[in-house]
């Protein structure tokens, strides 16, 4: 088979998502031949690579996953600008010195996709500036420094690692203020996320249009490195922030910081035997996708603390298939009791339980007397203590437990927090008995 066979094949192959066969693809072609598909960009990068097609953008915010691609992308978009027609480009880095070593000098950076290409570039370190063939040039500046843009007028930028600048408002001003040559002045920005006012700020313009994804989307990833790490981070924000690239935010006035629910984890390897378990119900008040889940959380007590053992929440299900859900985790997890919300119509949710299979004597059902936020400040407390943990990640639940906010509001990913409501309602059952001594539990 011909190279451009190959070549055509593994693009093929990338075009349907089909990894295995693209790196079989590509392990047949030379050397010579594999650095001529890597300069094919544009034909295997990853949507979350390739520059947006709408008209009317000034900034385009690629927030992703380390590994996923930034680099190489920023690097190809400043490089195809500079080679279609004369213009000035902005390189602004964490550092001078990043700038210099990831943005230009770099295995993904601007000077090796230009060799790829056939094209050679004038590399001038002690001016801080890159030059084209055709007289278009970018130079280098920091985040470090914002009034080192003040002045310089550009047509487009690329900016590396905001979340990492050390000057970012100060920065971004002067370099937008200065972002005013050509017909269309343009700028990528390419960061890990963190939470952060400016990247707020990014988000909400409507001048803005935002790409990314995770490190696993990039096929040249060593399996085992992407492996070794879901297996250390998975799940957790560190994980989510650096691999899966989620700015991962939380309410002013959180009831459960970011920080104390990392504080709060352990392995579920490394449980003690639990006394009780319990299954919390945060029953939706009505059925379709529109609705609010159904809150299924699973806890358990030893001794004096209490732990998260398992989020079984369901989204968007009939009655029938959340009572068997609920009916499924008290199975799973052997739990001695069932404690259900009842204020959106008890003697149904009742009924459900009962139809699934569910024992009469194991469902207790409560009434909220008061708030979400009011209910869960007593569980916070256990957490902020040291005498409650997470065994293990749950995500989804962290992200409405870090949305509910001292005071009463409620700022989480969701209209309502159905899993946090329901976490809550087991530990307060746990709270308030020992149950009848304890038994044996594995996990």
């Not at 693009?11 to 594999?34: C, K, N, T, Y």
Request: aromatic share 6%; with cysteine; net charge positive.
């Amino acid at each position: 088979m011909r190279p451009i066979d190959n070549i055509r094949l593994a693009v093929e192959a990338l075009a349907r998502g089909d990894l295995v066969m693209a790196f079989r693809m590509i392990m047949r072609l030379s050397p010579h031949d594999q650095l001529g598909f890597d300069a094919l960009f544009e034909a295997w990068a990853s949507n979350g690579q390739r520059a947006p097609g709408e008209n009317g953008w000034r900034t385009w915010l690629m927030i992703a996953g380390r590994g996923f691609g930034k680099t190489r992308a920023g690097a190809e978009w400043v490089f195809r600008l500079g080679l279609a027609k004369r213009c000035r480009i902005a390189l602004v880095g964490a550092t001078i010195d990043e700038a210099r070593r990831i943005m230009v000098e770099g295995t993904s950076g601007i000077l090796a996709v230009a060799t790829h290409a056939g094209v050679t570039l004038k590399w001038e370190p002690s001016q801080r500036k890159l030059t084209w063939p055709n007289g278009s040039s970018a130079t280098l500046f920091s985040g470090e420094d914002g009034d080192g843009l003040r002045g310089p007028e550009h047509d487009f930028a690329w900016c590396d690692e905001l979340a990492k600048w050390h000057d970012p408002e100060g920065t971004w001003d002067n370099l937008q203020m200065g972002l005013r040559r050509g017909s269309r002045p343009r700028a990528l920005v390419t960061t890990t996320p963190k939470p952060m006012p400016l990247l707020t700020r990014l988000r909400a313009d409507l001048r803005t249009v935002e790409s990314g994804g995770r490190s696993d989307e990039n096929v040249s990833l060593p399996g085992r490195f992407l492996a070794v790490m879901k297996a250390t981070y998975g799940g957790t924000r560190l994980g989510r922030q650096e691999l899966n690239g989620e700015l991962i935010d939380e309410a002013e006035g959180s009831l459960w910081p970011r920080a104390m629910i990392e504080r709060c984890r352990v392995k579920i390897g490394r449980l003690p035997v639990m006394e009780r378990i319990v299954v919390g119900v945060d029953p939706p008040a009505g059925v379709g996708a529109g609705s609010d889940a159904c809150g299924i959380v699973v806890a358990g007590r030893a001794g004096d603390n209490f732990y998260v053992l398992a989020d079984a929440t369901i989204q968007g299900a009939s009655p029938e298939k959340w009572a068997a859900a609920v009916r499924a985790a008290t199975a799973t997890w052997r739990a001695d009791r069932i404690v259900a919300e009842a204020n959106n119509g008890g003697a149904m949710v009742a009924s459900v339980l009962r139809a699934a299979g569910v024992e009469p004597g194991m469902v207790k059902l409560v009434h909220a007397s008061k708030g979400k936020v009011a209910r869960a400040e007593p569980i916070a407390v256990r957490f902020e203590a040291g005498a409650a943990w997470f065994a293990g990640a749950f995500p989804a639940l962290e992200d409405e437990l870090s949305g509910l906010q001292m005071g009463g509001g409620y700022e989480g990913p969701t209209r309502s927090p159905d899993r946090a409501d329901a976490m809550v309602w087991a530990m307060t059952e746990l709270a308030g008995s020992r149950g009848s001594g304890p038994r044996v539990w594995r996990v």
